[in-house]
């Protein structure tokens, strides 16, 4: 309240100390430019690039992975709804009702280029003096994220009225102290998506390991083999190699959990720590249903005390001709989307897992390949955890760096 009073944040780069001004977006942002309306049929094979509206999220760089392209006719056309390099855009709309991203804004990076902006796209040209960083910086603030959930409209697709969006109060500092707060930010995102790059390539090295240190299909023997094994894998299903504990799964609702130190799995990982357990030792968890990731399908090890819900199979390797870690890596190389039934969640039935065929080696030769993949998933656990210390930390700037 006090800070409030004084309208000063509770963190400052030293040498500021002036109050910071009350003023409404409207008051920073000069221009408010829409998106152009864009039907199925006029997107083409090539041309000039689209902004994707998944293009707004909370690194402060535009994603421009899901971009589509537009004839250079269509664009003349819509000059209006032009962005290019290093303009600031946001999003005013938003498929999901909780609306993430909705309101967020980002800066066009990258070698010059021109867009085209869909509907529900912006582009923001600031009033001369106000920095860009300092407004993206705000954007992510928890005060800023509460007032657009407030404001938002409608269920299916929500949404925000321009009128709403420019009428958000804003407190701003002293040009300077924006610039300072800005690059601070800026420089902070700018690891933050270097930490994840680096983690995806890890991601995406360990795919490219499994797929040629596992035989692919209707091969009897890897691309890439450690030196000292010779011989062929044998082919079997996996309820050859491993037992199912399903039985032994128990779901408890979040209101009945009693909180604890052993983790409780659901179909994408740990949800929360509880008291007592389902299973203990060395298991295999493949999701049942609900999935986050059909094409990186969850399937992870786990040793020790776990409790497990009904949104996971429990596998463990039968011990005289199997070994966990490997096993997990082989069913992680297993394409386990072309197996799932139902509709909007798709669901991994049992006696379909069980049937999934394994290439196997001798034992010694699991243990092998299984260690080599511990120590890939040792490095991306470290990079993995560097990368949430640096989002909490991001999160308790925001939190204190801005009124």
Known sequence: MRDEMKKVPRLRF??????WELCKLSGVIEKLSGGASIKPTDYLEDGIRTIPKGAVNATGIADLSGSKYISEDFF??????????????????????SAPNMGRIVRIEGDEEQFLMPQGVYKLELFEGMDGDFLISFSNSDKYRKIISAEKNGSTQVHIRNGEFLNIDINLPSKHEQKKIGAFFKQLDDTITLHQRKLDQLKELKKAYLQVMFPEKDEIVPRMRFVDFEGE???????????RYDNLRVPITAS???SGNTPYYGANGIQDFVEGYTHDGEFILVAEDGANDLKDYPVQYVNGKVWVNNHAHVLQAKQSIANNKFLMNAIKNINI??????GSRAKLNADIMMKLEINMPVKNEQIRVSEFCTQLDNITTIYQNKLNQLKSLKKS?????FI
């Open 14 to 19: 030293r040498g500021f100390s002036e109050d």
């Open 76 to 97: 003349e056309k819509n000059i209006t709804s032009h962005v290019h390099t290093n303009n600031l855009v946001t999003s005013l709309r938003d498929l999901v009702p």
């Open 233 to 243: 894998w044998e082919l079997c299903k996996l309820g050859d190699v491993a037992n």
């Open 256 to 258: 009945k959990r009693i």
């Open 337 to 342: 989307e072309l197996f799932l039934v139902g």
């Open 397 to 401: 700037y925001l939190q204190n760096m």
